[in-house]
Structures are given as C-alpha cells and as structure tokens.
C-alpha cells in the first residue's frame, strides 16, 4: 500500500509490476498509455519504422510505469528486423520490470542485427 497522499482527483491504478512493490499513473498518464500503445500497433502493423521509432521515444515518458500491453508490444517488437530500436526498447522493459519479457530480453541479448554490426 501507497504511504504517501495523492493529489486530490487523482485516479490511482495499482499494478503488481515487479517484486519492490507496487507503481502507480495518474488519470493523465493512463490515456497517455493508451494512445502510446495505439501508435505502437499501427506502427508495428505497417512496419512503419518512424512512426515506431516515434511511438518507442514517448514510452519513456510514461517513467517505467507501462503496463502489460505496452510491454508485450515492445517484447514482441524486439525480434522484429524492420526497425533499430532493440536498445530502447530493451531500456523501456528495465525500467518497466515486467517478468514476462525476461524470455523476449534473454533472446534479444542473443540476437544479431546487420545494422550493430560496426558495434
């Protein structure tokens, strides 16, 4: 349980997201997440690497706090070919500590990509 006092008219969601405790969104950050996972589908089902690119940046402004269905696009994106975002991508799922991308970020770090290949 949270020990510190929201802000008045703050709906507070709750979700389990790693062993720590428990990571809070606001009502504002709620729909942010909704669009963001919105740009990501349509990014990622029309292989549109600008636009996933775009979508992948503004996770990182929701601050760890994703929630499952953004970290199941990004997990699932991982092992996709068209875009060069692995690195962030891998970044966003650190901070979300979602356990069900450890299986997505263990074959990442086992993946080559042709474009890290001057790394």
């Known amino acids: 349980m949270c020990s510190r006092r929201e802000p008045q008219g703050t709906l507070i969601i709750r979700t389990l997201s790693d062993i720590r405790g428990w990571h809070s969104i606001n009502e504002k950050n709620m729909f ?4 963001i996972e919105a740009d990501l589908t349509k990014a990622i089902a029309a292989e549109n690497a600008d ?3 775009e979508a992948v940046r503004s996770v990182f402004s929701l601050g760890g706090a994703i929630g499952s269905e953004i ?10 070919a068209w875009h060069t975002r692995q690195e962030d991508i891998v970044n966003a799922l650190q901070d979300a500590k979602d356990p069900n991308t450890v299986d997505a970020l263990y074959a990442a770090a086992l ?9």
């Open 51 to 53: 636009d996933f690119e």
């Open 32 to 35: 942010a997440s909704e669009r």
């Open 71 to 80: 970290s199941e696009l990004l997990a699932d994106a991982l092992s996709m």
């Open 111 to 119: 993946a080559t990509h042709k474009y890290l290949e001057f790394d």
